[in-house]
């Protein structure tokens, strides 16, 4: 993640803590739709969001919620491995966890060198990399 998206994500990501901890969860919720956004590409920024939004589930006792969230916590690893994330995906429960969405203009210019493509053939040459590797040397 360059400089100028670990700003940006930090700001939404602290906003989202701050007005969770105001108990103003659904404005909470907004900001780690904003944080999931800008730090989906990155494993521990994306697992973040989705355990803040995990929570903000549990507050409101939304099972929809706590149940999405659950399952795209543990979504975020294989996901990471092989370097697919819907781009511009907010999130939520409320929308598939894997469909891409429109960037908001305001993240579009910190955004536009991400590739899911790209991510997907790097990780996948790793991946094979690393499995050609382990069954030569066996």
């Known amino acids: 993640m ?5 700003k940006a994500y930090f700001v939404e990501i ?11 969860y659904d404005q909470s919720f907004k900001n780690l739709e904003r944080a999931h956004i800008l730090g989906q ?3 521990l920024p994306h697992l973040e969001t989705h355990w803040w939004m995990f929570k903000i589930g549990v507050k409101q006792s939304n099972n ?3 149940f999405g969230q659950a399952l795209r916590i543990f979504a975020c690893f294989p996901g ?3 370097g697919w994330v819907p781009k511009g995906n907010t999130g939520g429960a409320n929308i598939s966890a894997v469909k891409p969405m429109p960037i908001p203009e305001e993240f579009s ?5 991400y590739s899911v493509w790209r991510d997907v ?3 996948l040459t790793i991946f094979i990399s690393i499995l ?5 040397v066996k």
């Not at 602290?14 to 103003?24: C, S, T, V, W």
């Not at 210019?109 to 060198?113: A, E, R």
């Not at 050609?132 to 030569?136: E, N, Q, V």
């Open 80 to 82: 990471y491995l092989l």
């Open 109 to 113: 210019d910190l955004l536009k060198s």
């Open 132 to 136: 050609s590797a382990y069954f030569l």
């Open 41 to 43: 590409q990155s494993l």
């Open 64 to 66: 929809k919620e706590i």
């Open 2 to 6: 360059n400089r100028a998206l670990k």
């Open 121 to 123: 053939a790097i990780r």
């Open 14 to 24: 602290n906003k989202a803590k701050d007005l969770y901890n105001k108990r103003f």
